[in-house]
Nanobody
Framework: QLQLVESGGGLVQTGGSLRLSCVAS????????MYWYRQAPGRERELVAD????????NYVEAVQGRFTMSRDNSQNAVYLEMNDLKSEDTAVYSC?????????????WGQGTQVSVSS
């Protein structure tokens, strides 16, 4: 079982930058595919980016392509989301998720989320 804790959110002006962190406690972090999601008020949760267990493949939703960078450091049990050129529409609670499928079962864990607010 993993426990995930996000940090790094805050209030920033349009065009600014933030770096989110998600640190995991628990075994075998490098087995998990990791995801960043966000949920804005009144909207459904949206996948922002995800990366493979060893970080070799990372995918982004089109809205953040070229502005956000997801990375992971398995030696630190952590994933990061570097967010640049922030826009008001990036305002949301950002959460990380860990997922692994083993022996026909899916194991999924979520963090509590961190608020990102972008003011115009």
């Amino acid at each position: 079982q993993l426990q995930l804790v996000e940090s790094g959110g805050g209030l920033v002006q349009t065009g600014g930058s933030l770096r989110l962190s998600c640190v995991a406690s628990g075994p075998d972090f490098s087995k998990y595919r990791m995801y960043w999601y966000r949920q804005a008020p009144g909207r459904e949760r949206e996948l922002v980016a995800d990366t493979s267990p060893l970080g070799g493949y990372t995918n982004y939703v089109e809205a953040v392509q070229g502005r956000f960078t997801m990375s992971r450091d398995n030696s630190q049990n952590a994933v990061y989301l570097e967010m640049n050129d922030l826009k008001s529409e990036d305002t949301a609670v950002y959460s990380c998720k860990a997922l692994v499928r083993e022996v026909g079962r899916k194991f999924e864990y979520w963090g509590q989320g961190t608020q990102v607010s972008v003011s115009s």
